[in-house]
């Protein structure tokens, strides 16, 4: 939760965020925002993003969670799911690194 200019608590809306690779489930929960590669170039997602459905590339996949934590997933070989602030992150491979 953030803070306006006078010091109040301001109400964040999150993401519902899991990444999962075939073999298991890499890491879920609640998140600020959500960069990934994909074929058409680099998506960052944040809550009320359109539906969006886009083909991952290698690489990235870096969440922000609401606590300011930065957590970081190679994936690759998948699809990324955006719809009514959940994300999906599906991989053939997919590990976290930090």
Wanted: aromatic residues 2%; glycine residues 14%; negative net charge.
């Amino acid at each position: 939760m953030g803070e306006d200019a006078e010091g109040n608590g301001l109400d964040v809306k999150t993401l519902q965020v899991t990444v999962v690779s075939a073999t298991q489930e890499v890491w879920s929960g609640e998140a600020e925002m959500v960069v990934a590669r994909t074929t058409e170039g680099e998506i960052g997602i944040l809550a009320g993003h359109q539906p969006t459905l886009g083909v991952l590339a290698a690489g990235e996949v870096r969440i922000t969670t609401g606590g300011g934590e930065k957590i970081t997933a190679k994936a690759e070989d998948g699809f990324l799911s955006v719809d009514n602030d959940q994300v999906m992150v599906v991989a053939g491979q997919a590990e976290i690194i930090s």
